[in-house]
């Protein structure tokens, strides 16, 4: 019998608490993402989702345990080398100057050059690939400041792509958008991650596109996994009565087949 | 803007360069001695006479070493120190905008330049080498006092990890106004014989140097200003976010730091020289972005020459305006740039209302 592939991103035993504060984020917590996965990293306000992605990305170093990233602890990563196997989406985007959206593209290839070296034409194909993966293909030229906030969003998503990593990590990626475009977001993340091998995480405040779009979903609570497995078993009124503090009906939509959330009220006001 | 090519370099690099070239020949024509580069060449002083003399004496006119003396003791001494005193405002003027992610920075508006005027102006006063402390020393005492003032601006203006534009500004005029009030404490505590020019510093003032001085500044401004250019892609994505660049790979705070030793130290090296010229470095940067687009790459060689070139005609026009007297490059830099800060910082205020 074959082994099985270890996890390409690994949280052990992980303890964190912000600096200067006394009660500890995170006091052994653990979890293991294999390559391929879509996971949906959800939970309550306060839960440490983004301080969690944070921790994953290399971003903030737990206090003990260890993050583990393609069987490498990711301390022992040079964070150029980080960059080149694991990209990050963070919610901050606040762009100073008027830089182009092929420009904005183009500094997901920094980790792939050397100190001085101008992009060259392989690097703007990777970031021309990048924009057709999320359909900006026309928009290059444009400043980043000039498109919708959906389209800012597909930018981000497309600069993370031209690092040309093997996970992908976002945080939040749909807050502030409509309907229309939460779905075009997590549409391009499911295809690429079934298509093209890469590993998601995401953040996510909505269950019901976690659930649909997700392999996996991953509850956190008071700093601890409080549910982890396949979306259409997980999601049950019981968990969302235990994590959300909220009675809700869970259905099944006939036409996806994925599980839904329809909240009812708050447990306490 | 399409994205930066090392040809686009190159082009708009080598434009630059020869615009100012030309700038520096003109420039260096005018004056109110009325003597042209071209007298340098003459071979026959009495054919030399153009009609108008411009109410010089004609038989000083007509002698070679007179005009050489002139054009090369007096003018190019002079145009040659604006030109490196605007390349270096100018790119260190791009280079804080870009750290402390804030577009009205300023090395004279934040009192980075008046931090490096205290430290010289204090050095001067305790009595090293004579009224006025030989030049490196006081390179030293400026470069000190504008890193400091730096600091502070990072330590006054953080609030919940974050540095604020705002705030900056704020603290950064109320710093400006201490400095003034300290220099002229020490100003009058030594007297003013000892310190005479003190008044020409605070208003910024392009002297006549010689080549020593002018050799030793070129040095270090060069140096500084490729040092930038070379943090370049690192600057870009610091503008992009600083968690962006993170994840990027780059090492904020360690590029953050060089950055700004490299831009305090060449705006402490002009301040040493020129004292206080205020606002070159806000109007060239923008200027710059406008014409050639955010990256920090060309944008900072490109600023520096841009820069140059304005400080020169700024200069230039400084010297004609009254002639036969001189005004102060200060003066005018200011009645340009006092507006224009005004109204960057109102267009500025509207944007961000209409994004809220």
Known sequence: MPEPAAPILEARSVVFRHAGTEKAIFDGLSMAVDAGEFVGLLGPNGAGKTTFLRLLAGLASPLSGEIRLAGRSLADYRPRDRARTLACVPQESALLFDFSVLEVVLMGRAPHLGALALEGHADLEAARAALSEVGLDGLADRPLSALSSGERQRALIARALAQQPRVLLLDEPTAFLDLKHRLQIYEILKRLSTQGGLTVVAVSHDLNLAARYGSRIVVLHHGRVAADGDPATLVTPALLREVYETDAMVGRDPVTGAVYVVPRTPLSL | ?356
Request: net charge positive; charged share 10%; hydrophobic share 55%.
């Open chain 2, 1 to 356: 803007m399409p994205p930066l090519t090392a040809r686009r370099l190159v082009l708009v690099l080598a434009g630059l360069a020869a615009a100012l070239l030309l700038a520096i020949v003109l420039c260096a024509s005018i004056g109110s001695s009325g003597y042209t580069p071209f007298d340098l060449f003459r071979l026959n002083p009495k054919a030399a006479l153009p009609a108008t003399a411009g109410g010089e004496v004609e038989g000083i006119r007509a002698d070679p070493s007179l005009a050489a003396d002139m054009i090369l003791r007096v003018r190019l001494p002079r145009v040659l120190i604006a030109v490196l005193a605007g390349a270096a405002l100018a790119a260190a003027g791009v280079v804080f905008q870009g750290i402390l992610r804030n577009p009205l920075a300023d090395p004279y508006i934040l009192g980075i330049s008046g931090g490096a005027a205290l430290g010289f102006i204090t050095v001067s006063a305790a009595g090293f080498g004579g009224a006025v402390a030989a030049l490196p020393l006081r390179g030293t005492a400026a470069f000190a006092g504008s890193i400091a003032t730096v600091g502070l601006l990072v330590l006054l203006s953080r609030a919940h990890g974050r540095v604020g534009t705002d705030p900056m500004i704020l603290n950064g005029v109320v710093l400006n106004t201490v400095y003034l009030a300290l220099i002229m404490l020490v100003q009058t505590i030594v007297g003013t014989t000892r310190l005479h020019g003190v008044m020409l510093w605070m208003v910024g003032n392009i002297p006549v140097e010689g080549y020593g001085v002018i050799g030793g500044l070129t040095g270090v401004l060069v140096a500084g200003i490729i040092g930038l250019t070379a943090l370049g892609r690192n600057l870009n994505l610091i503008a992009a976010g600083e968690e962006v660049a993170r994840g990027l790979g780059v090492e904020v705070e360690r590029t953050r730091l060089v950055a700004i030793l490299f831009a305090s130290l060449i705006t402490a090296a002009v301040v040493s020289v020129t004292g206080l010229i205020g606002f070159a470095g806000l109007i060239v940067p923008h200027a710059a972005r406008l014409l050639f687009g955010p990256d920090h790459r060309l944008l900072i060689p490109a600023a520096a020459i841009l820069g140059g070139l304005f400080l020169l005609l700024a200069d230039t026009a400084a010297r004609l305006v009254l002639a036969p007297t001189e005004l102060p490059v200060g003066v005018l830099t200011a009645i340009c740039g006092g507006p224009f800060f005004i109204w960057l910082y109102r267009a500025r205020r509207r944007k961000v209302a209409f994004d809220a």
